[in-house]
């Protein structure tokens, strides 16, 4: 046995030898015993009698682990001897604690040990190495490899190893008699590989979380850790007051092996932690929403106060105006995340313009405020190129605005920006101006729905043979960002052929050579494979034989990328084929390119009129004029936009309408109105703007937004825009 009865000194006991080496009688002459240190250095040699203290343990470079190997000794020689178990010598970590093994050489702080519970069977390279601080070369680490987490170039790498092969990595001494609230907190890499055929992914490889306080073990978590739930880092944080209280401790990770994959653990601390504490996670919002689809701004909440948290919102905010708020529907606890999910649907009227988007949460217990807003998002709401009103006009008559225009320019070339949204759900042959070529003609694979009858995602085409479908999530309920398309409702998809590798093509109208063309893809699940693409292009017709590709097959990922190609001068069409080999789907969407053609694709049928941003009428194809009847007020903003197939909005045309208003010059993007108090500007983005006072003092400059709103009080003021000037009386 090993003690201390004052942490200093190692009091070491043993059992008499009375048996030789085969099982013969040693009582003929005395036993004497020799006692090596954890360095197998001799302490101790010709020790009488059965105890022995150790009084010179040298802690003064910090902590130190010690346990002994007692051997008996006679004139036959060395007999084998028996180990110890450790004690760690040293003052504890007072308060707080960190280690990241920075620079993956070992630790930064002692002393560390390594406990085996159930050895390796072998010693070959691969089993029987346990721990390290970085991954070697050479190939016989399992893997993954990750980078460290805190990006320091070091963490604790737990090495698989055969089957219920288990062992300890031991911390140096703790004490947290100071802290409030003590917490452990480390970060875990979870690793799980989908490939079950060439993979080694198993439930059966888990490490737990243990103290060690006076000799004994016991876990902290409920329940082992998984390697394989989740991939990448993930953060743990486990309270230690009920489990430790005053006394010194040390924390165990205790691997359970399977001969899968390496476990990881970085950033390890212990510190204190506020009774209410809440915390952004953090925010996300795509950078791109199309008019009229919803995309959602996700919030994350984690509560690092360990008292559970309830009464708080989350308010999102855009362009610095609270625009909705929640409450959460269950108390939070600590050390655990929730999302709050703000749907964004923008409409036409916001088409062209950008948008900065935050959040913020409210929570008057909170010690910590400072960590309660989240970074900024800017958002761009694409407009479109379809042609558009270019001279709303309007004037303010006995109660009424009489709004006139011309109709829009239906033979000015330009970019086409095509996502599919014009276009029949689930079609597989009504690409508009779209070729299509299903040059494999196998069955292609259907999307599993364990809620359906069937087992599977019931919708138009389902299964068909076909080269692309107009792909819809929404309108079949499927949610979740895998299936999210990059804008809009909807997206071109190439499902995997079920029968042999694909070979479906996607082919332009006809375009201006020696321009750009781009588009977004994606892998619709990435775990399956990365499906495969590539682009190409003809200088004659569209027949495959005669397209030549740009570079090599593609595989597309997990998150929407942009593809950018330049054509030949000579170019007429490009094509994007579809190679896939078993894979799952190709996501393709947000396709632009510079049309041959010098007529609208689409047809005009009719208008959609707004006032201050609410839809108030529709009209047909023919009509020039409006009369907004029944008004009140006096200051109105109008927009118009031109509506095609029924369904697809232009750009909106703007006039600000009232007796405060400068009357827009047809033609022109600039309207300038006031508004209590305020002057509105709008104009194109890159214009510049200046307001002027009447004793000649700028008031405002800037420039990159297409809307301006300047607070100026009661006066006549100068605005120019680009140097045009326009007079505007603001009360």
Not at 568 to 575: C, D, I, Q, T, V
Request: charged share 20%; glycine share 8%; proline share 5%.
């Amino acid at each position: 046995t090993h003690t201390t009865a004052d942490g200093k000194n190692a009091v070491v006991k043993w059992t008499a030898s009375t048996t030789g080496a085969h099982g013969g009688s040693v009582a003929y002459e005395p036993v004497k015993y020799r006692i090596y240190d954890r360095y197998e250095n001799v302490v101790a040699d010709n020790v009488e009698g059965t105890e022995w203290t150790h009084t010179t343990i040298d802690t003064s470079k910090g902590q130190l682990n010690m346990y002994y190997y007692v051997c008996p000794v006679n004139t036959a020689g060395e007999g084998e001897g028996a180990v110890t178990g450790f004690i760690t010598y040293g003052k504890p970590y007072q308060d707080a604690f960190a280690e990241s093994f920075a620079g993956g050489k070992g630790t930064t702080t002692s002393d560390w040990m390594i406990s085996l519970i159930t050895p390796s069977p072998y010693d070959n390279g691969f089993y029987g190495r346990y721990f390290a601080f970085s991954h070697n070369p050479n190939d016989k680490d399992r893997g993954p490899k990750p980078e460290a987490q805190d990006k320091d170039g070091g963490m604790l790498v737990a090495y698989t190893d055969f089957i219920d092969v288990e062992s300890r990595m031991i911390s140096p001494k703790i004490n947290v008699s100071g802290l409030r609230n003590p917490v452990l907190s480390f970060w875990f890499y979870h690793y799980y590989n989908p490939d079950l055929e060439n993979g080694y992914s198993t439930e059966k490889e888990t490490m737990t979380v243990e103290t060690y306080i006076d000799g004994e073990y016991k876990a902290l978590t409920e329940k082992p850790i998984l390697l394989i739930n989740g991939n990448g880092w993930y953060r743990y944080d486990l309270p230690l007051k009920e489990a430790v209280g005053a006394k010194d401790f040390q924390i165990a990770f205790r691997t359970h092996n399977y001969i899968s994959y390496d476990m990881h653990v970085d950033n390890i601390t212990v510190h204190d932690t506020p009774d209410n504490d809440l915390q952004i996670q953090s925010f996300t919002l795509p950078a791109n929403i199309a008019v009229n689809s919803t995309r959602n701004a996700s919030v994350t909440v984690f509560n690092n106060g360990i008292l559970p948290a309830r009464d708080f919102k989350v308010v999102l905010y855009r362009d610095d105006k609270k625009v909705a708020e929640q409450t959460p529907d269950t108390e939070l606890a600590f050390a655990k995340s929730a999302t709050f999910r703000f749907p964004v649907s923008p409409d036409i009227v916001q088409a062209g313009k950008n948008f900065k988007y935050h959040a913020v949460i409210e929570f008057d217990a909170d010690a910590n405020p400072a960590d309660n807003k989240s970074q900024t998002v800017t958002v761009q709401i694409p407009g479109n190129t379809l042609p558009k009103v270019a001279d709303l006009k309007g004037r303010v008559a006995d109660s009424k605005v009489v709004l006139s225009w011309s109709e829009p320019d239906m033979t000015t070339p330009g970019t086409v920006t095509d996502g599919f949204e014009g276009y029949e759900a689930f079609t597989i042959t009504n690409f508009g101006s779209w070729q299509l070529y299903d040059i494999d003609g196998s069955l292609t694979y259907t999307i599993s729905n364990s809620g359906s009858a069937s087992g599977d995602y019931e919708y138009p085409n389902a299964g068909s043979q076909m080269a692309f479908q107009v792909f819809n999530p929404s309108a079949i309920d499927m949610k979740g960002d895998l299936w999210t398309p990059y804008l809009g409702n909807q997206m071109a998809v190439c499902f995997a052929a079920a029968e042999r590798n694909n070979d479906d093509w996607l082919i332009s109208p006809e375009v201006h050579g020696g321009q750009k063309i781009s588009f977004y893809a994606k892998a619709g699940n990435y775990e399956w494979g990365n499906d495969r693409f590539e682009v190409l292009y003809s200088t004659s017709d569209r027949s495959t034989s005669v397209f030549k590709p740009f570079d090599g097959v593609q595989r597309a990922g997990k998150d929407w990328k942009k593809y950018e190609y330049t054509l030949p001068a000579n170019a007429r069409y490009f094509a994007i084929h579809c190679v896939s080999q078993d894979e799952f789907i190709l996501f393709i969407d947000d396709l632009k390119f510079i049309s041959r053609r010098n007529d609208c694709v689409l047809t005009h049928t009719g208008y959609r009129i707004y006032r201050d941003g609410e839809l108030v009428k529709e009209l047909p194809a023919d009509a020039t004029s409006y009369t907004d009847k029944g008004l009140e007020g006096e200051d109105y903003r109008y927009d118009i936009t031109a509506v095609y197939d029924s369904t697809r909005e232009s750009a909106r045309c703007t006039a600000y309408i009232g007796q405060s208003s400068v009357e827009n010059i047809a033609g022109s993007s600039v309207a300038v109105s006031s508004e209590r108090g305020h002057i509105l500007i709008g104009c194109p983005a890159e214009a510049e703007v200046r307001v002027i006072g009447a004793d000649g003092k700028t008031l405002y400059s800037g420039s990159g937004s297409d809307s301006h709103r300047v607070a100026t009080g009661s006066g006549i003021f100068i605005v120019t825009v680009d140097g045009h000037p326009y007079k505007i009386a603001v009360r």
